[in-house]
């Protein structure tokens, strides 16, 4: 039997304590366990970026990550940025310019656009294709989300 870790983690600024396998996946850990369902589970192997979250302040895909080695680590998910009364200067750009998607991988595309901004306010076009080269949509051409997180600065 697996001795289970005793894991601290900050989500969305609460702290939390849990025991878990150590052997499970930050995704897991914040869908199951703390029933936080923004991060989605899409190819779980670290290509689609649907489980994007915001780690110590940089976007990671949570279904690569082991929660085990959060261990006192900041964790910030969509239900974090998302104020109860509105939407987050990026959801509310991507609606006004079309570049929303879907539910599924929405989410994990504003989470990196977020953690992008934050270390690049001003981001070029191609800043903006790099900083979400790794959140994938075959529906897309991607043009208006570009588009869309170019413009959150100018709003
Ligand atoms: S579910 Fe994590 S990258 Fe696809
Ligand atoms: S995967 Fe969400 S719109 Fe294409």
Redesign the pocket.
Known sequence: MVKKFHLTLNVNGEQKELLIDPRRSL?DVLRNDLELRGA????????????TVILNGKAI????TLAADCDGDSVITVEGITPADGLHPVQKSLVEDGGIQCGFCTTGMVMAAIALLDSIPHPTEEDVREGLA?NLCRCTGYKKIVEAVMNVERK
């Not at 989605?40 to 489980?51: I, K, L, N, P």
């Not at 895909?61 to 690569?64: L, Q, V």
């Open positions: 995704l989605h589970r899409g190819c779980d192997s670290g290509d689609c970026g649907a489980c895909t949570s279904c690569m790794g």
